[in-house]
């Protein structure tokens, strides 16, 4: 359980749209596995001891020195897998902590969104580029020139007069 839990803790440091969209998924998953894990751990076994009491008198017995033998062996255990555990986590969070974003949408250097000119059909080479070329500018001037990366290739399916990308 605390390890599904612990996948849902990053979006409690996340900033903006990211923490509005995930804080309530994680807090919805926390609950629901945490009654999850009390119903599993209280009300399931008293309700199969009271439905198998009858049916598995006699095993009983045997099943309460199996687990006695059960719970023995692996007490011991209890103590370094959980100072193993925490050790391992609080290492692996000092190691990666300072690597992890916070933001759902990061920066990035991709394109946001592209841009698709069309010549009426039989425009020449020239006049084609001379249209381009004016689209260019008019984004440049709106945009401003540090916000405008542009890239002009010819698609390989129409003539090249036609169409530009």
Known sequence: ???????????????????????????????????????????VPVFSTWLMREA????ERRLRAFYARYLNAVLWLRWPLVFGYLAV????LYLLLP??????FPEANAPLFRIRLRAPAGTRVEETERI????????RREAGAGNV???ATLSAWCPPATRWT
């Open 1 to 43: 359980m605390f390890s599904i839990l612990a996948v849902f803790v990053p979006s409690f440091f996340m900033i903006g749209v990211g923490r509005q969209l995930f804080v309530p998924l994680s807090l919805a998953v926390a609950f629901s596995m945490i009654a999850s894990y009390l119903l599993s751990s209280t009300l």
């Open 89 to 92: 986590s609080v290492g692996g």
């Open 99 to 104: 690597r992890i974003g916070t933001e759902i």
């Open 56 to 59: 598995h008198r006699g095993e």
């Open 132 to 139: 381009v070329l004016h689209a260019l500018d008019t984004i």
């Open 149 to 151: 990366a542009i890239t």
